[in-house]
């Protein structure tokens, strides 16, 4: 059997993203600079992200129990 199971939550991708940036070593002349780049680098995760993320917090998740499998669904094309 498979099924499809969607989560939300508004807060997860956005606190992940600022986790996994808070660990980069970011070479900057200044904090004003290393922001900037902190920044762009952000705007570039969830634009990946967007690819099986709606609206930055919808991600559906199929199951099949027959595989044991547990899948990403991309989202879909607007």
């Known amino acids: 059997m498979k099924f ?3 989560v939300k939550d508004p807060d997860v991708l956005h606190d992940a993203i600022d986790d996994a940036l808070k660990k980069e070593e ?3 002349e ?3 600079e290393r922001e900037m780049i902190i920044e762009h680098r952000k705007e570039k995760l969830h634009e990946l992200c967007s690819t099986w993320f709606e ?3 919808y991600l559906t998740v199929e199951i099949d129990t027959e595989a044991k499998t547990c899948v990403v669904v991309p989202r879909k094309s607007s």
Do not use: L, P
Request: glycine share 0%; charged share 35%; proline share 0%.
């Open 55 to 57: 609206y930055s917090e």
């Open 30 to 32: 200044d904090a004003d």
């Open 4 to 6: 499809r199971v969607s």
């Open 26 to 28: 970011i070479t900057a």
